[in-house]
């Protein structure tokens, strides 16, 4: 077969550099955005930010706290100079048995004048340094301080000793000749610290050890009992059996079990710092003339423009730029991108509140079943950039701050031929469980039977589903004396 030469036509969908910045842009939350712009400032000199506007967002941050969506969750962190606790040897003890590990509360630290001071803080109140100050103030002697406070540092963030003793001697210096009594001592000294039900190896040794710490009387050693002997039925709501075995009556028992219910399970959680994440919403949502109005979020959005020295030079020297040529296309790439990712933003955030009228008027049972589809069709946008639009980025509501995400949901049919919104089902169980009589509480066929009545069809095990994302646990569990 001899060579030839042919000539064919054809098309293909090719991403240019521009546009797929523009896609991963759209794609990033407020905060990643920030965070990829400070590294296009540090790389282009074309580019600047406008004066008076800061990179700190944070005074018009919103908190993430319970008015944000699930989605906002908060993560937590160990408090400061904490180490994270494993199956490694907590510490060490030097040759007189003192206990030396550089994690301690009572290690030096550097001075450093840039060091946050709410780091100093955190590191200053963690719940090792807590029970350190206490054994440093106790009557012990090295050996058995030394023995303590290294059970100390075995200890999770809850306060709990995961570890059996046997587990732990072997970690013990030989030399020093410990013995599981010499463990089992020092134990008791670490649950006689403060907070009570510090050093407990399960949840109910830790509320047995609250209650012991607590001045002696009828409701404290009934509440006493019934955790020795009869937490499993407690936790299974078997107030009779209770009642049966122990002889009280219903008030002691009401009594003891809201005593039981105070206490703490997690006692070194109090000790413990959490990182606060701050939500900074894209957009701002009021009813202005009747109508709900979107707008864009002013601290929200980055100002950016091209630097004046570096383009007069530009200009001044056309032919011989070279890279400042091209930086000068990147940053101008970068502005028209950012600007027209807010404008998207704003196109979408306009058209959910456009449908989601009545939810802004009366609240979750209002929220009507929605979905990207229908807001894609709407602004002529393709699905997968409705979804790259409604993903962390937040809105700020009078009914508090939410993700786009929020205001679409599956849907459940009704009666009549129409569609109920899976949040506004969420929320009509929610007010039905806060209204029910707590000695008998709805079942979830009584829920399903309820909501039923008021045309919206949905099954038991839906119900079931939807109660457990709201975090209500079942009948049995709510029931009360």
């Not at 794609?27 to 008076?52: A, K, W």
């Not at 630290?109 to 590191?123: C, I, K, P, W, Y």
Request: glycine share 6%; aromatic share 4%.
């Amino acid at each position: 077969m001899k060579p030839s030469l042919q000539l064919k036509i054809s098309q293909h969908l090719t991403l240019t550099p521009q546009l797929q910045q523009s896609i991963k842009l759209l794609q990033l939350s407020t905060l990643e955005l920030n965070q990829e712009l400070e590294r296009f400032l540090l790389e282009n000199p074309m580019l600047e930010r406008e004066d008076g506007d800061g990179s700190d967002f944070a005074p018009g941050a919103a908190p993430a706290s319970s008015s944000t969506t699930d989605s906002g969750s908060q993560a937590e962190a160990p408090a400061a100079g904490e180490e994270p606790q494993g199956e490694s040897e907590p510490a060490n003890f030097d040759e007189a048995g003192e206990w030396s590990s550089a994690s301690s509360g009572s290690s030096n630290r550097d001075d450093d004048d840039d060091t946050d001071f709410q780091e100093l803080q955190a590191a200053g109140t963690s719940l090792r340094d807590h029970l350190d100050q206490q054994v440093s103030l106790s009557p012990l002697s090295d050996r058995d301080r030394a023995l303590v406070r290294f059970l100390i540092e075995a200890l999770d963030e809850d306060g709990y000793l995961n570890q059996s003793l046997e587990e732990l001697l072997p970690l013990l210096p030989p030399e020093l000749e410990y013995d599981l009594d010499d463990l089992a001592i020092a134990l008791r000294h670490v649950q006689h610290l403060d907070p009570a039900g510090i050093g407990a190896r399960n949840p109910q040794e830790c509320l047995s050890l609250q209650l012991r710490a607590m001045s002696r009387g009828a409701t404290r050693d009934l509440a006493l009992r019934i955790v020795d002997e009869y937490l499993d039925l407690l936790a299974e709501r078997n107030f009779v059996r209770i009642k049966r075995a122990t002889g009280c009556d219903d008030d002691a028992l009401r009594a003891a079990h809201a005593l039981i219910c105070s206490l703490d399970p997690h006692p070194g959680s109090q000790h413990s710092v959490q990182e606060t994440r701050y939500i900074l919403p894209d957009v701002i949502v009021r009813k202005l003339r009747g109508r709900w109005t979107v707008s864009l979020n002013p601290e929200a959005m980055p100002k950016l423009r091209i630097n004046s020295l570096y383009a007069s030079i530009l200009q001044q020297n056309r032919g011989s730029g070279g890279a400042l040529t091209s930086q000068l296309q990147e940053a101008r790439w970068l502005i028209k991108n950012v600007q027209q990712r807010f404008d998207t933003i704003l196109r979408v955030s306009q058209a959910i509140v456009d449908q989601q009228r009545q939810f802004f008027d009366y609240g979750d049972v209002a929220m009507r079943p929605l979905t990207l589809r229908e807001i894609a069709d709407q602004l002529e946008l393709h699905e997968s950039t409705v979804s790259r639009v409604t993903t962390q980025k937040f809105m700020a509501t009078p009914r508090g701050v939410f993700e786009l995400k929020y205001f679409f949901g599956s849907h459940v049919a009704t009666d009549t031929g129409g569609a109920a919104s899976s949040t506004a089902i969420r929320a009509l169980i929610r007010q039905l469980v806060e209204a029910e009589d707590r000695k008998k509480p709805l079942s979830d066929a009584k829920i399903a039977e309820l909501l039923g009545q008021q045309g919206i069809v949905v099954a038991r095990r839906t119900i079931a589903k939807y109660r457990e994302s709201l975090n209500i646990p079942p009948v049995s569990l709510r029931k009360t004396i």
